[in-house]
């Protein structure tokens, strides 16, 4: 059984900052890719930013320059900094992660709970 546990969100004025985290545990093998992907209302969930095991990432167009992508493989976290938030940022981001599961002898997805992020104008 595998968890993703994120934090780091709340309310911020437009201009701020806010860094996410989001730790992974359980019956973990290897992890692959990690990554953040957000949803606003009414709208699909998107991806703002993923990273490979060996540190390449990919960034939306919308977060590029803005948002960094980070991860911590001893500690198994995958970290979203935030700078310049925008009132258009504010959605529910949530963590993902390409996890080899020793207790299901294959690999699959996992998602975080997801944690709310407020852009006020």
């Known amino acids: 059984h595998v968890q993703l546990v994120e934090s780091g969100g709340g309310l911020v004025q437009t201009g701020g900052s806010l860094r996410l985290s989001c730790a992974a545990s359980?019956?973990?093998?290897?992890?692959?890719?990690m990554g953040w992907y957000r949803q606003a209302p009414g709208k699909q969930r998107e991806l703002v930013a993923d990273?490979?095991?060996?540190?390449?990432?990919n960034y939306a167009d919308s977060v590029k320059g803005r948002f960094t992508i980070s991860r911590d493989n001893a500690k198994k976290t995958v970290y979203l900094q935030m700078n310049s938030l925008k009132p258009e940022d504010t959605a529910v981001y949530y963590c993902?992660?390409?996890?080899?599961?020793?207790?299901?002898?294959?690999?699959?997805?996992?998602w975080g709970q997801g944690t709310q992020v407020t852009v006020s104008s």
């Open positions: 993902n992660a390409d996890i080899l599961d020793y207790s299901l002898g294959y690999g699959r997805d996992y």
């Open positions: 359980g019956s973990i093998l290897r992890i692959n890719s």
């Open positions: 990273i490979t095991s060996g540190g390449s990432t």
